[in-house]
């Protein structure tokens, strides 16, 4: 199915058809639908898979789960407070594989969704205490990604770390840490990802590990 996107169209096929607005339906479970990716690129057990999301879930309505391509899933959920409640409850993952959400309006094709970002949330620790201030939490947290928020709970009843949320492009490598001048000082602070799923620590990216990283046999071919 795949490869029939490679074939080159004839010219009739080309010429294709108007959408009108009579030909569209109106699918108020479109407002309850989320596009699944499982971000992971060994084969996996598709059943195993959905039975595991449902369960981790426990949500009170059904869901509806549809097979878009090998690792893409379209989730129709029972309740709009059921695909709310999965949205902000993530990051979820199978088999320590990550599965990344989004939202659609109907208009768009799943497969040109952009499936590669998804949020976390991130400690940095070994930073002094009177950094530990949302400026400085959006600084590092567009270094480790794209800042979102600063848990100001945790950083008044916590104080071995600085807990950001972020978003990360998973098409690049995780970062491990960075420096913060002060006072004449470098401080050398480091990053813990929370409820992280599979990454391969030669590369640093996510959805294979080092057995399966080509880095490291680009490495071993040498």
Known sequence: ?????????????EEG???????????????RTLVGKLWIESNFNTRAFKTTMLNAWKLKHTVEVQDLSKNLFLFKFGSKRDMEYVLKSGPWSSDRA?????????????SDLNMHFSSFWVRVYDLPLMLRSETMAKKL???????EEMDVKEA???DRFLRIKVTLNLKEPLKRGT???????KIRVHFKYERLPTF????????????DCEVVEDLNGE
Do not use: T
């Not at 947290?141 to 800042?147: A, L, T, V, W």
């Open 179 to 185: 420096f913060v001048s002060f006072k004449d000082k």
């Open 156 to 158: 008044h009843q916590n």
């Open 1 to 13: 199915m795949e490869k029939w996107k490679e074939f080159a169209l004839s010219k009739e096929e």
């Open 17 to 31: 058809v108007v959408a009108d607005e009579e030909d569209i339906i109106e699918d108020e479970s479109i407002q």
């Open 98 to 110: 990550l599965l990344v959400l989004r939202r659609i309006s109907g208009e768009e094709q799943p």
């Open 141 to 147: 947290g567009n270094i480790i990604g794209s800042y």
């Open 200 to 211: 391969c620590f030669v590369c640093g990216r996510m959805g294979h590990e080092i057995k």
